[in-house]
DNA sequence: CTCCCGATAT
DNA sequence: ATATCAGGAG
């Protein structure tokens, strides 16, 4: 099957058949989204937004992130993963915020990613989501799922799958396909035990192809 | 490349 | 017991 006619058809089954696509982190606001998107690393959502109502109860802005230390900050978050590096994260993030960029949040990658805590892939998220520039994040389930329904070839690196997303998905699609991806991943096609018998798109899966040649007939 | 690093699912 | 979770820094 050609590329094209691939993208074409994952596309137009997730838009048939996923729900309105939303995030599940919880946020009202760019900074609210930024430091849920920090804390995301490595850590479900679920997990996420059961820290983040105290956080932002205490911290409503950053100017008062920027202002705490990381004794006051550390006990919210320590039931998330790498509670130390995204404390100290968090406030070098809001501290920078207020000294470089005029206490506003930058809405560029190029700026996004000066701040502590923030790589490309959180960068793209708040473009995304917030200005709908059409940049696409590629986090762990965008990845895996993107190499087994063979939306990106033999890319091995994030970045490379990006570029490839990046070219096929129509600007217009970019930061709802992305949501679909995630959502795919995260309730059918599982890291560990994809849930092939309720999936669409087993027709065009390499990963599932494979599944068949390699099974052993009962 | 390694390290960070708690909660949950399998 | 081990794999995985809206990754990033050194």
Not at 190 to 217: D, I, M, N, S
Request: a positive charge.
């Amino acid at each position: 099957m050609r590329i094209n006619d691939r993208y074409t058809f994952v596309l137009n089954y997730f838009q048939e058949h996923m729900p309105v696509a939303e995030t599940e982190l919880h946020y009202e606001n760019t900074y609210q989204l930024l430091v849920a998107v920090m804390l995301s690393a490595q850590c479900t959502d679920k997990r996420v937004n059961l820290t983040t109502p105290a956080i932002f109860h205490k911290y409503p802005d950053i100017v008062t992130l920027s202002e705490t230390d990381f004794d006051a900050l550390f006990p919210l978050i320590k039931s998330i993963s790498y509670p130390n590096s995204k404390a100290r994260h968090l406030i070098s993030m809001a501290q920078m915020v207020r000294n470089d960029f005029d206490g506003e949040i930058p809405m560029t990658v190029d700026e996004l990613v000066k701040l502590p805590g923030v790589g490309r892939k959180t960068a793209n998220v708040i473009t995304s989501v917030v200005d709908h520039q059409p940049n696409m994040a590629v986090d762990t389930h965008v990845f895996r799922v993107s190499a087994r329904i063979g939306l990106t070839n033999k890319a091995t690196t994030v970045l490379a799958a990006e570029k490839q997303l990046i070219k096929h998905i129509p600007k217009e699609l970019i930061h709802i396909a992305h949501h679909w991806l995630i959502l795919h991943g995260r309730y059918t096609c599982l890291a560990r035990t994809p849930k092939c018998e309720k999936c669409g798109l087993t027709e065009v899966c390499k990963y599932y192809q494979t599944l068949q040649k390699t099974a052993t007939p009962s």
